[in-house]
């Protein structure tokens, strides 16, 4: 059982800059690693995803603004989240993945409020 710890959520004003960590307990090589997030009655949803190959793939709502990124020797993943908007509050949770889904793997959850 792999585990996911976030961290680097908090409070930011409207147009700030968050970068979220997430540090895996082991090897994250295998796994398609992904940042998902959940607002208050809403549905969870897929924010980024980057492949084992480095390939990603972003929700519209967040193309331009945020970058996922990994770094396997540290087995951590990272979200960095530019020019953040109101809307982009929510819990947001680490994933890994292998077997499109068979194996699943979440974290936490590490909270982010944009609001001035």
């Known amino acids: 059982q792999v585990q996911l710890v976030e961290s680097g959520g908090g409070l930011v004003q409207p147009g700030g800059s968050l970068r979220l960590s997430c540090a895996a307990s082991?090897?994250?090589?295998?796994?398609?690693m992904g940042w998902y997030r959940q607002a208050p009655g809403n549905e969870r949803e897929l924010v980024a995803r980057?492949?084992?190959?480095?390939?990603?793939n972003y929700a519209d709502s967040v193309k331009g603004r945020f970058t996922i990124s990994r770094d396997n020797a540290k087995n951590t993943v990272y979200l960095q989240m530019n020019s953040l908007r109101s809307e982009d509050t929510a819990v947001y949770y680490c994933?890994?993945?292998?077997?499109?889904?068979?194996?699943?793997?979440w974290g936490q959850g590490t909270q982010v409020t944009v609001s001035s």
């Open positions: 980057v492949t084992r190959g480095g390939g990603t």
């Open positions: 994933n890994g993945q292998l077997g499109g889904g068979i194996v699943n793997y």
């Open positions: 082991e090897s994250i090589s295998i796994y398609v």
